[in-house]
């Protein structure tokens, strides 16, 4: 499996932008499509956005879309969540997952998970 580790959480006010990173170690992430997902307390585990293998293929969750974009740098290892705009609502834990799948939004299908990252988005 892969191990992953996101950064880049933390405190900002409404309308304020974070950039969430998720490094990758063990195995290459060229085979993985990779996913961020998020959880408050008391609900479900939800999806934010995935980015197929290559990077050509991109879903985001309606709740978010327009005002994130997921990136990926197989050649770093990395994956990146932009996030602008940003509301009270979307304060959560936010998770870098992977699928050994070309591409997916259902998170069944991402076996590798990240310790998460807090986003805490003051009004």
């Known amino acids: 499996q892969v191990q992953l580790v996101e950064s880049g959480g933390g405190l900002v006010q409404a309308g304020g932008s974070l950039r969430l990173s998720c490094a990758a170690s063990?195995?290459?992430?060229?085979?993985?499509?990779m996913g961020w997902f998020r959880q408050t307390p008391g609900k479900e585990r939800e999806f934010v956005a995935s980015?197929?293998?290559?990077?050509?293929?991109?879903y985001y969750a309606d709740s978010m879309k327009g005002r994130i974009t997921i990136s990926r740098d197989n050649a770093k290892n990395t994956v990146s969540l932009q996030m602008n705009s940003l509301k009270p609502r979307d304060t959560a834990v936010y998770y870098c997952?992977?699928?050994?799948?070309?591409?997916?939004?259902?998170?069944?299908?991402?076996?590798?998970w990240g310790q998460g990252t807090q986003v805490t988005v003051s009004s």
């Open positions: 063990g195995r290459t992430i060229s085979n993985y499509a």
């Open positions: 997952a992977a699928a050994t799948a070309y591409m997916s939004t259902e998170m069944n299908y991402f076996g590798s």
């Open positions: 980015i197929s293998r290559t990077g050509g293929s991109t």
